[in-house]
Structure formats: C-alpha cells, structure tokens
C-alpha cells in the first residue's frame, strides 16, 4: 500500500506542476523523464547498493568528526563554561555536553572554512563541473541551470549563484527559474553536516539520508521548474558547461579566513532566525491556545495543529506509515512557512516524533532544502547584488521557485519512500 501511495504522490506533485504551468504545450516532457529517472538511480545507487550505501555510511560517520574538530575551536573560545552532560550532572564545556549555540556556530563556521580551502585549490569548481557535465548530458538542459543547480547541493544558495555570475545578466527566465529553484531545494554543506549532527546526538543516523536528498534535488528542481516554466527563448550555454575556476583568494590562510568570517555571518543568521521564530511561533501558539479554549476549553488549538491538517494530504500520498503521518504533515508545514532548522530540530529532539524508518526517510529527504518564505527574500537581495540588472525578474520568479523548490523535495522523498 506505501508504494501505491507514493505512485499517487508522484502524480500529485507533477499534477501541482502542470497546473501552475506558465505554457502546458511547451513542457519539454525527456527532460521531465531523464530528470526523474536521474532521482531514481541515484536513490537506487545509495539505499539498494551495499558498496554504495557503505560508503555513505562512512562518510556519515566522517561528518561526525567535523563536529569534534569543531568543537576543539569552540573549546578554546567558550572553555571554563559549565554546561550539563548527559547524565544530568554539569561539568567543563571542554568536556562535556552539547550546547546547540556553541556547536553549530563552529560546526558551519568550519565547514564554510574547509569548501573555502577547496574552492582556493580549485577542487569543489571542477567537483561541480564534472557532474554538471554529466547531468547536462542526461538531460539537456544549459549549461549555466546545470551548474548553479549541481553547485548548490555543496554550497549556499546564493553562493552558487556566484558560480554562474557571467551567464546571470543574459540568462531566460526558464532558466533562472531554475537556478532559484535548485538552490531552494537543495542545502549547504555546513548547514547539512550541521543537521547530520543533530541527528546523530538524538541516535538517529541522518546523514545518507540528507546527502541522498540534497544530490536528487538538483534533477528534481529541474524536473519540477521546466514544468512550471518550459523553455522558449534560446539559450547562450544550451549543450555547454564552463566554470571559472581561478580563486579569488590570494592564498589558503586568506580562504581560512574569509570562509571562518562568512561562516561566522551564516551561524550567526540561523541563530537570530531560531531566537526569532520559535518566539513568534510561542506567541501565536498562547495566542490560538486562548481561542480554541473559547469553543471548547479541552480544545488546544496550535500551529502545529493547523499544519497537520493542512499538509497532511502530502505526508499521506508521499507514502508515509499511517502512524507518521500526522507528524510528517506538522515537520513539513514547519519547514516550509518557518524555516528547516526549526523542522529538523522538532524531529531531532523527539518534539515532534516520527517513528518508523520509512517516515524517517521520507521526511529527512522533504524538509532538507532551503524553500521557505524567508530564503525567497534572501535569494532575490543575494542574487539581485550579483546581478542588478535582473532583480524585477528574480521578484516576479519569488513565489514560483519556492513552489518548484518545494515539490521538488516532495518529488525526491516520495521516490526514494517508494523503494523500501
């Protein structure tokens, strides 16, 4: 029966799709095939093939050695803090505990220093371009929608823009639709390893999930916006990739510190958003409590309420346990109209408990991306610096690229859902 809900979903999501379609009669339908068949073999390659599924293991367990050589950095900065260990004593921040401030600051502040170092030496721009080529050559799509959507499954959403910086000005608008929707859909590889962690303090194994989710959703935002917007006009980098790899640091301790200073500005930004969410989020919740008392006073009318019941039609035809799905449908709402970091949090911390392995993935893989209100407003400030010229088009493409970004995650979770 799981399976079958998941055939339904998929067709809900490409339904959604079509709907908003901009040009139903233009829709190129082999990117839409190839594209999807790319999801597939990928979510086949790590949960079906031992060798591979092994190796994302492994590199799992290597993000969580990030995290304890970030810690030593953190050590320095905040040891002689007394925090509480696990068995509810207190002792040294050294030695003990985990305070979610202190370890995600370094943790991205590291990782963003590290692809720093790699982006120097020139290793994540030919990364980036060799599977860009090849998903360029499955599917036909240009070359400038190939690489920012490839880039942004390592790097932030409007860093990867930056990669395709000289196509931005004479890009289509198909095109960046595209680009937008990608790197909504994706995730930053030190905000991923940042919720691999979390995961893995509250025993749950996230990491090949999340990294399964952040490489199928560069086809799947593809597949999704060329529904919403096909291409009509002709494109400069159609049947081409090429990356600029030359670095714009004068040497590896000039990486380390503009990655340390930019990581520093992203933690600093998840944490004000957590501060100021979760308040607001408090306050409506006292504020809708006090207004179901009014019909009945055993009534606890709450957001998380409202979301279950209003995403629980997605949960449900994504192929989600029975059991699950009223969490699942509470995470994704969370996720989308908050932020993904208050989602992850809720399912880490058990807040919002999700219990069976197949709702674990499916929901792992649909709340790990950037498509929330708040990122569409970062994308079009981020990307209208980089491009000035096409703020008004990067405005207009707001809404639909937090859709696409959107199904698109639905669209990896309900195929990888399917094949276990």
Same mark, same amino acid.
């Given at each position: ?74 050590? $320095? ?229 409202? $979301? ?113």
């Amino acid at each position: 029966m799981g399976r079958f809900q998941g055939i339904i979903g998929i067709v809900l999501i490409l339904g959604i799709a079509y709907l908003f379609s901009n040009n139903k009669k233009r829709i190129n339908y082999r990117v839409i095939v190839t594209g999807m068949a790319l999801q597939l073999f990928i979510a086949v390659l790590i949960l079906k093939v031992p060798a591979v599924t092994g190796f994302f293991q492994l590199l799992g367990k290597g993000m969580s050695k990030i995290e304890i050589f970030a810690r030593k950095g953190a050590s $320095f900065v905040y040891g002689g803090i007394a925090v509480e260990k696990p068995d509810g004593t207190f002792g040294n921040y050294i030695n003990s505990g985990f305070v979610f401030a202190f370890n995600v600051t370094s943790t991205i502040i590291l990782v963003c220093a590290l692809v720093a170092i790699l982006y120097h030496f020139g290793i994540m721009q030919r990364v980036v371009a060799v599977i860009a080529i090849a998903m360029n050559f499955i599917m036909r799509v240009s070359g400038a929608e190939a690489l920012s959507n490839v880039a942004s499954a390592f790097i932030g959403q409007v860093e990867a823009q930056v990669m395709i910086r000289p196509y931005l000005q004479t890009m289509t608008m198909s095109e960046l639709l595209a680009s937008m929707s990608g790197s909504l859909a994706c995730i930053a590889g030190g905000i991923l390893v940042v919720y691999a962690n979390m995961g893995a303090q509250a025993g749950i194994d996230l990491a090949p999930k999340l990294i399964m989710a952040s490489l199928m959703a560069a086809p799947g935002a593809l597949v999704i916006s060329k529904i919403v917007f096909p291409e009509t006009e002709e494109s400069q980098t159609l049947g081409t990739v090429k990356l600029e790899v030359k670095s714009s640091y004068t040497n590896v301790v000039d990486a380390i510190s503009h990655g340390a200073g930019d990581g520093f500005k992203i933690a600093m930004n998840v944490i004000a958003m957590l501060i100021g969410f979760i308040a607001v989020i408090a306050c409506l919740d006292w504020i809708l409590v006090k207004a179901g008392h009014l019909f009945n006073p055993a009534f606890d009318l709450s957001i998380n309420y409202i $979301f279950g019941k209003i995403f629980y039609p997605f949960a449900w035809s994504m192929g989600v346990p029975m059991q699950d799905v009223d969490s699942v449908a509470t995470l994704l709402g969370q996720k989308l109209t908050i932020n993904e970091f208050v989602a992850f949090q809720n399912l880490t911390n058990h807040s919002v408990p999700v219990i069976s392995d197949k709702g674990l993935l499916i929901v792992s893989i649909a709340i790990c991306g950037f498509a929330n209100f708040s990122s569409v407003g970062m994308q079009i400030g981020g990307i209208g610096e980089i491009a000035p010229g096409r703020r008004a088009d990067l405005a207009r493409l707001g809404m639909k690229a937090l859709l696409c970004g959107t199904l698109a995650s639905y669209l990896s979770a309900t195929i990888a859902g399917i094949l276990i």
